[in-house]
């Protein structure tokens, strides 16, 4: 039975402690959390759970074995940090650090003490996403030649970090985890619409070393609602809406075949494909328990996890690089 | 009663030949085009029409008051220029011309002649829009915070422009008419998926001088149908989906109000407005009738088009300066 | 080459003669009107054919073939009943007659005259619908379970005939033709809202010998559009959308399994599977054309077609009884 | 600070102790139910509540003021009337009882004692639902022409009632909640799909003694699920989609205006008005909090619930003369 700590019981806190009790092989020991507040309420959930306000207090409990943490990304690295440290395994809320610098040294850390350091990213455990890399990796769709996801809705405004930081590494960690190849570069804009806070609206195009593009449009102020992705291949091509209530992923039969013969100005050169539509049943477990099995997995088996830090290390650079793009409105920033 | 030539019949000029046959105080005299078998189909459902394959016998026809071109991009100049120098009135399909170049070569040869050069940007005809540009004009949004516009189908390539000449145009043309401001700069990526081909997906993002952002996206090489226009303001914000088959604009009630009050570092300094929604009632008349009727007006009366060659000559700009960043992969052009 | 007379030039009949003039195999000769203007309408767009007012000239037209009748439901036995008696093949708008004791007059002459006699079914020449029956003919579905139609809109208000006449009457051809039971009986309520004019507004539910329920809802009088068929099935159901542009059939993978076992009282005795959703390309061939295709084909080759009058007498024979069992409050009425 | 207790902890119960256990005004003292396993979560999640087997404990408890039944339709008049009898106030899942007997006496027991007995039509208690019965009381429809719910999806298999018990009661008791009128009598056709199991289909038409109709669908056996309900009226119509995520209630100002002139047999005595659409913004509130406040405020206040015992028997009257039409294929009977 694995014990975990948590650490912040704010928006996505509860989330994670309802999961991990729930799932077979783990239970959660102790909650920190600062707001005296959170933490009565918990209490009156989890009566068998401890509380308390000083995150030390699990890193020094030696019955924990792991620390899940879900507090601002501004303390992401020195909680991380001070876990690994203490020898505990660490499952981190999405984005892994603040900087590429800070992810870099927690993936060393986690690597000197052999301990499994995971990445919270959250919808590469749902049912959709893993289909769609079932698909792609079986070849289904051809030669990739686009991914293209909408982002939007009127949602919760940060000061800390901006619209990309919040909603468009989700994509990013989707994308991480379904395509073949991993972008190289990036040009991203975007906009902020309340003075002296963080950009509300952005894009990004995805450069890649083959003929593959990517986009991401992110926005906290559209009056509608959202989720929108399509991949499209030289076969066929998947609609990935995340707001469907069961046909969440369609795969069309549909595309272009180039011919070869000379065609007359005003004729074209390829023709149409259009086939038949397909939605696979997807299993309806929550995203989150298969997420907390999963890393109660890599710590009894010593796998590695589909969300390890190095995956955490590549999203925080693709983002630097969007941010740096961004500034530089639209300049194509390469990714380390 | 206008007498119009029309200089060729593929795709739309059908359309346009059928609305100034249609509209009172207009009637088609004669059309040209080099295709034997296109024209065939046209006598049979226009028996009294003229029809040609060389388009001077236009010209030089001294009943015609004018000419309607709806061929490839290519020939827009020298088709136009030849009619405005035979004295005829010009109505041209978009985009004006291959390039700023010559979009001011028509402007000022149409000025000197004191002749109306008109340009077929047909969603600025469409009850929708122009419902948008009055919503607009009367500052029922609040300040306008972003243009958010997606285009994708699975179309016809062209193989002579590509898909921002294609497809972004359309949008182009929307927002020039409706948004107060004009956009100063564009950053645009892209790719094509067809050898040799033009670009079949397209992003562009238009700065502006004040706080607003612009973003167009164009596919031609997507599963489903995508006619998707977000606009967002201060006070209210649009949702304009052209498939939808009635309630094409959707006004929603909805934003965020700026508090001054400090917040702790977990809360925000916005909280969120959620009003009614409102779907006016659309005019039902054909684009292109009401597009017609101006024309002749524009001809009667000597007002000037709504879409005139400025406006032509400001979208010709604006993809000569998104074609440039988009060979830049996303670097800042300015629009001149 | 069959010749084609048309009777009736209003709202149908113009596409009756667009594909009679399209068809290879066909051609429109004449058409009839009472109204002048509507046949100078056609003379317009079809100046090679004759128009007269006296459907009487084209019964004595020797040349003609077959007769296409698309007047008012008043009139189509004596129209049809003189077309037949003057030798023509005969196609007839839907519902065939009045009166099912017409029908069968029709049904005898076209027999005694060995003539074709086939009834504007439009639905059941759409490629949506062919799929429907090719998957029921292949027991795609298991036993079915229900057959759900509903046809609403804001539609014209006909005062001739109700709407059971004017809707039902499609959903009935179609289950004519997809279902291989038919129904024996019908339980029927509606109500008028104009006094003095047919209802507007009709449910009807349909019985049948096996464990298979059908029901159809119309009406003239909704804000919104609705052409939505549910099927079930024991094995899968489908879900027929005729406004989809592109996916109108959905084959679902849905159901229910009972168990045999003991159940306690609080439990249930099935359970629930959920597969895949498919949808079919279907071909976009428009409906009214391969109708009349099929047409020629049974006048050429002496096939019988699918809509032959024994379907049309089907359908009245079903409507007289919807409208005995409507009068009496839905009080069951067998289908003679 | 009212006490209450909670029989039967399934599948709503839940929903009925979190809403008591949050609402100002109240608290949650005991729960009954038989199943050790279900008392056993609940003491996880509310260490404070008692949980016991026996519902006399309830009734015996003079500490409590109201007893919530969450029970099998079978056991709601034996639990309400001995929950009366023991002088506490009562809230009964619908329905009220399994015939209109029961629920005479359960009426007549609680005037007797001057106790609130008030029955759980959820919907009733919607933001959606109270908006329409605010539109419809201002008359804004003008005079309401029919009411017409679908309400289907693939749904659990009950065997001791019928879809329309289970289904179909939540229509009834909105139309019991916002016409101004009462139904008169009732046609209902509907199947059992699965042998020696009550009807999964049903239709049930609703006649009154005005110029209105209502209709009701209700399917446990359709593979998409539909909340849709039409309301036409001589000046406006409503849409109410229950799973709109927040744009459940559409209003259109679209209908017929009859004219007085006499038309000829190819016209109509009707043209159609279609203008604005307007969707009002909805409170949040979940509907269970709305009902607890407000049977709280009836056992404080002395005020007669909106969903009181006559609704509910009103509802059972209804549903008795459903089931007796229904078994006679669709005859008509009268509501008592």
Redesign the interface.
Same mark, same amino acid.
């Given at each position: 039975m694995i014990k975990v700590g948590v650490i912040g019981y704010?928006y996505w806190g509860p989330n994670l402690v309802r999961n991990f009790m729930d799932a077979p092989g783990s239970t959660v020991v102790a909650v920190c959390d600062l707001r005296t507040e959170r933490l009565a309420q918990l209490r009156? #959930?989890?009566?068998t759970i401890h509380t308390v306000n000083d995150p030390n207090l699990l890193f020094n409990d030696s019955s924990l074995d792991a620390i899940v943490i879900a507090t601002?990304v501004s303390s992401h690295f020195e909680l991380a940090m001070a876990a690994l440290r203490a020898g505990k395994h660490v499952l981190v809320e999405k984005p892994l650090a603040a900087n590429s610098e800070q992810a870099t040294q927690l993936i060393d850390e986690a690597a000197r003490r052999k301990r499994v350091l995971m990445v919270d990213h959250t919808f590469v455990y749902t049912a959709a996403v893993r289909k769609i890399r079932e698909l792609l990796n079986a070849n289904a769709l051809g030669d990739i030649?686009?991914y @293209?996801a909408?982002r &939007?809705n009127?949602g919760?405004? =940060?000061?800390?970090v901006n619209v990309i930081w919040d909603l468009a590494i989700h994509d990013l960690s989707i994308m991480d985890y379904v395509l073949p190849a991993k972008a190289t $570069?990036v040009?991203a804009?975007?906009?902020s619409?309340?003075p002296g =806070?963080p950009e509300n609206?952005a894009?990004m195009?995805l450069?890649f070393d083959n #003929? %593959?593009?990517a986009?991401v449009?992110v926005?906290w102020?559209?009056? &509608? *609602?959202v989720r929108h992705t399509?991949i499209?291949g030289?076969e066929k %091509?998947?609609?990935y809406d995340d707001l469907e209530?069961?046909?969440k992923v *369609?795969i069309? @039969? *549909?595309?272009?075949t180039?011919s070869q013969s000379a065609?007359a100005?005003?004729e %074209?050169?390829?023709s149409?494909r259009?086939? @038949? %539509?397909? $939605?696979? #049943?997807l299993d309806a477990t929550e995203a989150l328990q298969t997420e907390a099995l999963h890393f109660i997995d890599c710590l009894e088996n010593g796998e590695q996890p589909a969300t390890d830090g190095q995956a955490g290390l590549r999203l925080v650079r693709t983002v630097e690089a969007a941010e740096k793009?961004l500034r $530089?409105?639209? =300049?194509?920033v390469e990714i380390q």
């Open positions: 704010g009156i #959930r989890y009566p601002p030649y686009y @293209d909408v &939007v009127l919760l405004f =940060q000061h800390d $570069a040009s804009t975007g906009i619409h309340i =806070q609206v894009y195009t450069f #003929r %593959m593009i986009h449009h926005n102020l559209t009056p &509608v *609602k399509l499209g030289s %091509m998947i609609l209530p069961s046909e *369609k069309y @039969d *549909k595309g272009v180039i065609e100005v005003y %074209m050169l390829v149409y259009s086939g @038949d %539509m397909w $939605a696979p #049943r793009s $530089a409105k639209g =300049q194509l």
